[in-house]
């Protein structure tokens, strides 16, 4: 067994909880805008017009996203991770209490060091024979019913205001933060190359922590619908026309996934200064690949398109057009068993990010013929950032 530990010490954890000026946000706002939040216009006013300009506006994006809808992503103490059998075990400390959770990992044939997919609740896409998998229990982290139960608030408390999502997002943090420490050497896994995946909820999860971790190098949110790419602003437009759709007012009523505070929006979306068209752009330029079923008006299908089309324009704008793909097949009621359709869109992503292989990956593409307006939703330009 081989056993590792970072120690953050105190000076070092002020430092890291310390908000940057871009994230520097009000404690209040009076925005109302029904269509899709402008990427590129800061909540003061002003425009983004250079890449350091986005980077500064993502913290301010991340800000707005911990604030309104998710909750905080606290930093721990200390981290020790050990690797055993095939399996890292990590425990974490903070404020004189720590938890401990574990991760398998199942590995390809050779010696590595292998990229490796972090898959919540275990991968259902297909996944190259050079990948290693880590499957991570992420209901160990936090129960998704009721709330505030959970290893993520044993630590941290029953009453913390993150949500289920950010609190996943974390843990799958703490897995890269124990590949980091342990090396390539110790677990054959190459910490540059890690991606994260799951499936309906926990394509949700997925999406979260490709957001609010830079080091996941491939996001792949499956089916994730509503909490994923998928908007809040369309898919309420969905619930008011009479379809049987997860909006924002639906989700928030039984499972613990997000913050409290996202509560005090969900009866007039328009009042929240973000949609997750954002999220995506929180991940920008780092590949993103969205797989979802059109088959299932309860994913918000259209609302999916409509952020994917939002978010690549996003990544247009940072000259990354072909590191976003939206892969959208219906395959009626079998919700996370993907078709074989899609696998190709899965492989090039897989191939070019994390095998270094050619592939094309400018995917944007559903089988359902919406009437998407971007008029109706988008009323804004993506600059040429420089």
Known sequence: MVRHVLLWSFLAGLATSQLSPCADI???????????????TFLNGSTVATKDGWACRQEEIKAIFHRYELGPKPEPEEVTA???????????????????????????????????????????IPV????????????????????????????YGSDHQAGGLIAWAWGVSRIVDALEQLGATT???NPERVAVTGCSRNGKGAMMSGAFDTRIRLTIPQEAGSGGISVWR?????????????????????????ATEFEKYVDDIATLPEDHHLLAG?????????????????????GSFG?????????????????????????????????????????????????DQEADTDILKTDRDFDFDNARWIDWTAPELS
């Open 82 to 124: 050990s690797f055993t059998n095939n399996a890292l075990s990590i425990t974490v400390q903070s404020e004189g209490k720590s938890i401990s959770f574990s991760a398998s990992i199942r590995f390809p044939s050779g010696n590595g060091p292998f990229p490796a997919l972090i898959a919540l609740g275990g991968a259902s």
């Open 128 to 155: 190259p024979s050079g990948v290693a998998v880590i499957t991570y229990n992420n209901e160990d982290i936090a129960v998704t019913n009721p709330r505030g139960r959970g290893k993520f608030y044993d630590l």
């Open 26 to 40: 009000p404690d209040a706002t009076d925005f109302n805008n029904p269509k899709l939040v402008d990427p590129f």
């Open 282 to 302: 929180l991940v920008a330029p780092r590949p993103l690949l969205v797989v979802e079923n059109s088959g299932i008006d309860y994913l918000a299908p259209i």
């Open 307 to 355: 952020g994917a089309t939002a978010a690549k324009m996003i990544y247009g704008a940072l000259g990354a057009a072909d590191s976003i793909g939206f892969s959208q097949v219906a395959h009626g009621t079998s919700h996370c068993s993907m078709p074989s359709s899609q696998n190709p869109d899965v492989a090039a992503y897989f191939n070019r990010f994390l095998l």
């Open 234 to 258: 369309i898919a309420a437009e969905m619930k008011q026309n009479g379809t049987d759709v997860e909006d924002a007012a639906q989700i928030v009523t039984g499972d613990g996934w997000f």
């Open 187 to 189: 677990t054959k896994i």
